[in-house]
Antibody, heavy 118, light 108 residues
Framework: EVQLVESGGGLVQPGGSLRLSCAAS????????MNWVRQAPGKGLEWVSC????????YYADSVRGRFTLSRDNAKNSLYLQMNSLRADDTAVYYC???????????WGQGTMLTVSS | SYELTQPPSVSVSPGQTARITCSGDALPKKHAYWYQQKSGQAPVLVIYEDSKRPSGIPERFSGSSSGTMATLTISGAQVEDEADYYC???????????FGGGTKLTVL
């Protein structure tokens, strides 16, 4: 079964750091671009970052550039999002998402919740 | 920064046709994608590359794009189609990836 499972969410104080992980299974992880998409409570979807299949190309949304770092370990079928200088407006469910052959986000994890609050 | 604009809400009666629009300056050059998100669930792809339907998505879902507007059409909307719908695309460079603000579809 093709699956993405996020972990690492939780409660963090403003200014703190956290690393999210995404474990992929059921497909050749190294062959696909991966993304993070987040959704603040009661709000819409926001694309956060993407990384090419090899890890050589990474893009960030303006809202997180300079604070978040995306990486992947193809040997471990895993995706990571290091989040620093966290702010209250980073509070959201973070989804790990595969970009499929059709260039669409075809596989989504169930999400992990990050709460930034004192 | 690049933006995609959707109406906040659309309401239809069961069996009617629902149309949800998405406007963006780069849509003449870039494909639109549509996602359905039901309450408490992860989004699901319902249309890709403007008008293609993934396997398992009912035929009543269709998409089109003309100029700076993409449209998701649900022909004969059903109560179970009630959800938030998001369009997605990129700017002309392909580097800025954006979701529309979402449209809440009510079928009642």
């Amino acid at each position: 079964e093709v699956q993405l499972v996020e972990s690492g969410g939780g409660l963090v104080q403003p200014g703190g750091s956290l690393r999210l992980s995404c474990a992929a299974s059921g497909f050749t992880f190294s062959g696909f671009e991966m993304n993070w998409v987040r959704q603040a409570p009661g709000k819409g979807l926001e694309w956060v970052s993407c990384i090419s299949s090899s890890g050589s190309t990474i893009y960030y949304a303006d809202s997180v550039r300079g604070r978040f770092t995306l990486s992947r370990d193809n040997a471990k079928n895993s995706l990571y999002l290091q989040m620093n200088s966290l702010r209250a407006d980073d509070t959201a469910v973070y989804y790990c998402v595969r970009k499929g052959p059709s260039e669409a986000f075809d596989i989504w994890g169930q999400g992990t919740m990050l709460t930034v609050s004192s | 920064s690049y933006e995609l604009t959707q109406p906040p809400s659309v309401s239809v009666s069961p069996g009617q046709t629902a149309r949800i629009t998405c406007s963006g300056d780069a849509l003449p050059k870039k494909h639109a994608y549509w996602y359905q998100q039901k309450s408490g669930q992860a989004p699901v792809l319902v249309i890709y590359e403007d008008s293609k339907r993934p396997s398992g998505i009912p035929e009543r879902f269709s998409g089109s794009s003309s100029g700076t507007m993409a449209t998701l059409t649900i022909s004969g909307a059903q109560v179970e189609d009630e959800a938030d719908y998001y369009c997605y695309s990129t700017d002309s460079s392909g580097n800025h990836r954006v979701f529309g603000g979402g449209t809440k579809l009510t079928v009642l």
